[in-house]
């Protein structure tokens, strides 16, 4: 059987609103911790527990991961924190998914609009994903909402159109 690399496209939970933070800066809502923790609850009972996850640096997807952390029960140290990931536009979370040893074969991300959905739009082969699911990401996903793909190829291999978008999912 040939293993299957998966990417699990993560936008962090619902943040606080802007206002006098820099956006870095901006914590998660109340109602953003209850996201995060249904995010981790729906990847554990869907079998998408990370080997690997790049978080951005920026601090509501630090909690976000945190949260959704404990849901999974997993080390701290699968994670990387990155500027990269928090300036990223999708050639450049390419470049970062691609630079993941070959040896890891689930990699969760957890990142922001309108990277995540733009990236998943783009790694998807329109002819082999879900079509449903297409359609959500390419008119981008709300706070909370995970998608994922899938390829034979390792990491290192992805390209636009290359993986089959298998689900989009919005934890209640």
Not at 34 to 50: C, E, F, K, M, Y
Not at 148 to 166: D, M, N, T
């Amino acid at each position: 059987m040939t293993p299957t690399y998966q990417l699990v496209l993560l936008r962090h939970a619902k943040a606080e609103a802007a206002e006098s933070l820099a956006d870095h800066l901006r914590p998660l809502a109340l109602d953003g911790r209850r996201q995060a923790t249904g995010v981790g609850a729906a990847l554990r009972d869907a079998g998408l527990v990370p080997e690997a996850v790049l978080v951005s640096s920026a601090v509501r997807t630090r909690q976000t991961w945190d949260l959704v952390r404990t849901g999974l029960e997993v080390p701290a140290e699968v994670a990387t924190l990155s500027d990269a990931v928090y300036d990223a536009g999708v050639r450049e979370l390419l470049e970062l998914v691609r630079a993941v040893p070959e040896s890891t074969h689930r990699l969760l991300v957890v990142g922001h609009e309108p990277t995540v959905s733009q990236t998943a739009a783009t790694l998807a082969d329109a002819a082999a994903s879900d079509l449903a699911a297409l359609a959500r990401v390419r008119a981008g996903v709300p706070t909370a909402t995970f998608s994922v793909l899938e390829s034979a190829a390792p990491f290192a291999a992805w390209a636009p159109g290359a993986a089959h978008l298998r689900a989009v999912v919005a934890p209640a």
